[in-house]
């Protein structure tokens, strides 16, 4: 069986794009070669990756850069399973690829390539494939494996983080209709769907008309380096971390709000360190620091790299997550992991991730945030508690367990085929 895997998000070429689904990519294909020995991939990039992502792929492994990149997942890639079939493809940007077999704007030239390409043959099994399913009403790859698709094209298994662009719109300047518009087509084109929480798969599931049991939810990992074990940062004072992109949807400026009553009702001397680079930059947080006077005790350290975090969220006091819906939150299982507790608000996936390794206050309740953070700082007694909870409950997020989830989803039903 050949899987096809939407690889764009390794070939950013940008150290602030090394978050979130970058993460989740590189982490998947890395374990997925070390436990699938059977299978072969084909990872569609839109520039070729870096060596330390390539030398943890096995040989089974292949890299396809496509270039013009335009129309990446309308043309360029769709183009390319067609000439070159593939048995699954895995929509790893929540987004997935035009089906050309059925699109009314597919070229007479491209379907004479496709045809020289995959010879006669093959190209009528292949198009003929959508109009004769097998026994059981699956429609066959051109290879004569049953995939359960109902369109004639690869397994399609979609990735959906969040759906926070359609509750606040306003956290993505430019993009929310862009992403709106994406995951509509994903969920139309999507014969399974995996959802990285509950809440997630909660959320799909109130907005879309998407089969229950076709959403599969798969929690991502941590990374090996995350640990109680890693030397904390040694910084001058005690300090709050936060960790990601220093975007609108994060909601930083709340958490500034809330660290400045903390520091105004406690009188403790503390800093607030936001680590995150800032790519798709929210003006409100430097605005806020200005406001509130904050400049030396706030500080931006802009992207910090993966041999240093750990570090940091070692060093720090807890973690502090404000984001208004977070599909999961990799830096709150990260902070656990290393033994640090997290201070959070109760909205999207958080408290599902954190359970009771944290603390939390409700959405939008800066006072009740603030009064968190005083509550944490002015007790050891409930940092070592959260922190031991926090260590139990980060084992259960391993992304050789993530790897074998997602395997596990084309590997049932290829078996099922046979």
Same mark, same amino acid.
């Given at each position: 069986?050949?899987?096809?895997?939407?690889?764009?998000?390794?070939?950013?070429?940008?150290?602030?794009?090394?978050?979130?689904?970058?993460?989740?990519?590189?982490?998947?294909?890395?374990?997925?070669?070390?436990?699938?020995?059977?299978?072969?991939?084909?990872?569609?990039?839109?520039?070729?990756?870096?060596?330390?992502?390539?030398?943890?792929?096995?040989?089974?492994?292949?890299?396809?850069?496509?270039?013009?990149?335009?129309?990446?997942?309308?043309?360029?890639?769709?183009?390319?399973?067609?000439?070159?079939?593939?048995?699954?493809?895995?929509?790893?940007?929540?987004?997935?690829?035009?089906?050309?077999?059925?699109?009314?704007?597919?070229?007479?030239?491209?379907?004479?390539?496709?045809?020289?390409?995959?010879?006669?043959?093959?190209?009528?099994?292949?198009?003929?494939?959508?109009?004769?399913?097998?026994?059981?009403?699956?429609?066959?790859?051109?290879?004569?494996?049953?995939?359960?698709?109902?369109?004639?094209?690869?397994?399609?298994?979609?990735?959906?983080?969040?759906?926070?662009?359609?509750?606040?719109?306003?956290?993505? @300047?430019?993009? %929310?209709?862009?992403?709106?518009?994406?995951?509509?087509? +994903?969920?139309? !084109?999507?014969? /399974?769907?995996?959802? $990285?929480?509950?809440?997630?798969?909660?959320?799909?599931?109130?907005?879309?008309?998407?089969?229950?049991?076709?959403?599969?939810?798969?929690?991502?990992?941590?990374?090996?380096?995350?640990?109680?074990?890693?030397?904390?940062?040694?910084?001058?004072?005690?300090?709050?971390?936060?960790?990601?992109?220093?975007?609108?949807?994060?909601?930083?400026?709340?958490?500034?709000?809330?660290?400045?009553?903390?520091?105004?009702?406690?009188?403790?001397?503390?800093?607030?360190?936001?680590?995150?680079?800032?790519?798709? @930059?929210?003006? %409100?947080?430097?605005?806020?620091?200005?406001?509130?006077? +904050?400049?030396? !005790?706030?500080? /931006?350290?802009?992207? $910090?790299?993966?041999?240093?975090?750990?570090?940091?969220?070692?060093?720090?006091?807890?973690?502090?997550?404000?984001?208004?819906?977070?599909?999961?939150?990799?830096?709150?299982?990260?902070?656990?992991?290393?033994?640090?507790?997290?201070?959070?608000?109760?909205?999207?996936?958080?408290?599902?991730?954190?359970?009771?390794?944290?603390?939390?206050?409700?959405?939008?309740?800066?006072?009740?945030?603030?009064?968190?953070?005083?509550?944490?700082?002015?007790?050891?007694?409930?940092?070592?508690?959260?922190?031991?909870?926090?260590?139990?409950?980060?084992?259960?997020?391993?992304?050789?367990?993530?790897?074998?989830?997602?395997?596990?989803?084309?590997?049932?039903?290829?078996?099922?085929?046979?």
């Amino acid at each position: 069986m050949t899987v096809g895997v939407d690889g764009g998000a390794l070939s950013g070429g940008d150290i602030r794009l090394e978050v979130g689904v970058y993460k989740v990519t590189a982490r998947l294909l890395e374990f997925l070669s070390q436990s699938d020995n059977s299978n072969n991939y084909r990872i569609y990039t839109m520039g070729k990756v870096g060596e330390g992502i390539r030398e943890k792929w096995g040989v089974r492994f292949s890299e396809r850069v496509l270039t013009p990149t335009t129309g990446w997942m309308k043309w360029r890639v769709p183009a390319e399973i067609l000439i070159h079939p593939v048995d699954v493809f895995l929509g790893l940007s929540q987004v997935l690829p035009v089906n050309l077999l059925t699109s009314h704007k597919i070229s007479p030239l491209l379907r004479r390539l496709a045809a020289s390409q995959n010879g006669p043959n093959n190209w009528r099994r292949l198009t003929a494939s959508q109009n004769e399913p097998d026994s059981a009403g699956r429609h066959r790859s051109p290879q004569g494996k049953a995939v359960l698709s109902s369109h004639g094209s690869p397994l399609m298994i979609g990735f959906i983080y969040d759906l926070s662009y359609r509750s606040d719109p306003a956290s993505y @300047p430019g993009s %929310a209709d862009r992403l709106r518009s994406q995951t509509d087509d +994903l969920v139309r !084109r999507a014969d /399974l769907i995996v959802a $990285v929480s509950e809440s997630v798969r909660r959320e799909i599931l109130k907005a879309y008309d998407f089969p229950s049991d076709r959403i599969h939810v798969v929690y991502p990992g941590v990374d090996r380096e995350f640990s109680p074990a890693a030397e904390p940062y040694r910084h001058p004072k005690p300090y709050f971390l936060s960790v990601g992109a220093v975007k609108p949807g994060k909601k930083l400026p709340d958490a500034i709000r809330a660290f400045g009553q903390f520091i105004e009702s406690s009188g403790r001397d503390f800093d607030f360190l936001i680590a995150g680079g800032d790519y798709w @930059p929210d003006p %409100a947080v430097g605005r806020t620091i200005r406001d509130l006077g +904050l400049g030396a !005790r706030v500080k /931006l350290l802009g992207h $910090v790299s993966r041999q240093l975090l750990p570090n940091y969220y070692r060093g720090a006091v807890a973690l502090i997550c404000a984001s208004g819906n977070e599909g999961f939150c990799l830096p709150a299982a990260e902070a656990m992991a290393s033994g640090t507790p997290v201070v959070a608000v109760r909205s999207g996936a958080l408290a599902e991730t954190i359970g009771d390794g944290g603390i939390f206050a409700e959405p939008g309740d800066t006072d009740g945030l603030a009064d968190a953070l005083v509550k944490i700082a002015a007790s050891p007694l409930l940092r070592r508690k959260l922190s031991s909870q926090g260590i139990v409950r980060s084992k259960r997020y391993s992304w050789r367990a993530f790897a074998r989830g997602v395997f596990n989803l084309y590997a049932d039903h290829q078996a099922a085929g046979n």
